[in-house]
């Protein structure tokens, strides 16, 4: 069980352009979390998905920021027009059942120049 | 809105000490209580799981406690050791997602 794999590790973006993050889950978890930690703070909650389906997005800032994760294929969050202040490390978390159990990975540090 | 909190901050203690760290929460309709560590640069690690019907759990020389009605959750850290020392995280669930205290930054030396 390769656990909750996130891809890639480090991204390195200029300013105006757009960033991929991408999350794929532990086998047999249909319940995805995105998580963002700023430099030298606590993780705060970003979107909530299952399959198809977006659950919760109250954390997700209202523009350039949106995510997906289809039917078949990794989840993935997407970052257009990058600015400084999105650079973060973004954590990605499955869980079987909603509420319950969360395993994260390891996380894409993201570095805007 | 739910709000979690832990004392204290950072915590320096030499090796072979027992540790108490705290975490408290303002909303106490929790389904249950997660702790974390997580080491500079890296990702979370899964301590411990307390569902809301439990008072505690028990790995090794970790020990979590949960009181719903207070809001309160401690994580016990016996015989503590160099290897101990990362940011401890405590994180409730509440309704569909984690809501992750500040942190307690904990340094063991030898």
Redesign the interface.
Known sequence: NAGVMQNPRHLVRRRGQEARLRCSPMKGHSHV?W?RQLPEE????MV?LQKENI??ES?MPKERFSAEFPKEGPSILRIQQVVRGDSAAY?C?SSAQ??????????T?LTVV | KQEVTQIPAALSVPEGENLVLNCSFTDSAI??L?W?RQDP??????LL?I?SSQREQTSGRLNASLDKSSGRSTLYIAASQPGDSATY?C?V?N?????????TRLQVFP
């Open positions: 979390y998580y606590g993780l705060k909650f909530y659950i919760d954390g954590f978390a909603a509420d319950y159990g969360y395993t994260f990975g390891s996380g540090r | 389904y249950n997660q974390f640069g890296k990702g979370l690690t899964s799981l569902q995280l994180a669930v309704t569909d997602k984690l809501i992750f205290g500040t942190g």
